[in-house]
């Protein structure tokens, strides 16, 4: 199976500014990771996919980026309605996994 | 409007069994991979099981695997979770969402809003 580790579980930041989320597979799984917010009591919802694709519809202040076992998802100029949790998700294997999430706080 | 509607959650006590219902709407279902996840209060998402869109191929989490099935009714765009054995530790809110694939890559691009599964005595 593949694990996926993100890093860090939390973080606290402010409007206008840029954060990085980083997601680490336990193998390489070449570009198969996705990313989603999920605010409080709400379903996910996708961001990213493929490592760097924006969903349709997402503010093009989130990007991603990362390939093999390393990947990154940034929030530039961060908004009061960023404030969510943040998961990875790797699509190589049969066994989809997730990270532990991170959580924003602005 | 793409929706997804879960049903069929609620208490059960241990050793018990309950079946999820996920009915899609908005899309051709039968075109489209489906999975289930699910989510323990104050934890992380985790991936439970999933089912192509040739009914004969699906995949469970250890965690589920034995327990649990996936299956799905094109007739009736409806997509199942037949939840058998469950243990405390299968207290969640689950998630169905739809799978899309591109570029030989998938992701889940539209999610239900999930229906509680609370297994106590």
């Known amino acids: 199976d593949v694990q996926v580790t993100q890093s860090p579980s939390s973080l606290s930041a402010s409007v206008g500014d840029r954060v990085t989320i980083t997601c680490r597979a336990s193998k390489k799984i070449a570009n198969y990771l996705n990313w989603y917010q999920q605010r409080p009591g709400k379903a996910p919802d996708l961001l990213i996919y493929?490592?760097?694709t924006l969903q349709s519809g997402v503010p093009s202040r989130f990007s991603g980026s990362g390939s093999g076992t390393n990947f990154s998802l940034t929030i530039s100029n961060l908004q009061p309605e960023d404030s969510a949790t943040y998961y990875c998700?790797?699509?190589?294997?049969?066994?989809?996994?997730f990270g532990q999430g991170t959580r924003v706080e602005i | 409007e793409v929706q997804l509607v879960e049903s069929g959650g609620g208490l059960v006590q241990p050793g018990g069994s309950l079946r999820l219902s996920c009915a899609a709407s908005g899309f051709t279902f039968s075109t489209y991979a489906m999975t289930w996840v699910r989510q323990a209060s104050g934890k992380g998402l985790e991936w439970v099981s999933g089912?192509?869109?040739?009914?004969?191929?699906?995949s469970y989490a250890e965690s589920v695997k034995g327990r649990f099935t996936i299956s799905r009714d094109n007739s009736k765009d409806t997509v199942y979770l037949q939840m058998n054995s469950l243990r405390v530790e299968d207290t969640a809110v689950y998630y169905c969402?739809?799978?899309?694939?591109?570029?030989?890559?998938?992701?889940?691009?539209?999610w239900g809003t999930g229906t509680t599964v609370t297994v106590s005595s």
């Open positions: 998700q790797q699509s190589y294997s049969d066994l989809r996994t």
């Open positions: 969402a739809k799978v899309t694939r591109w570029n030989g890559r998938d992701y889940m691009d539209v």
């Open positions: 493929v490592a760097s």
């Open positions: 089912i192509s869109v040739t009914v004969g191929s699906t």
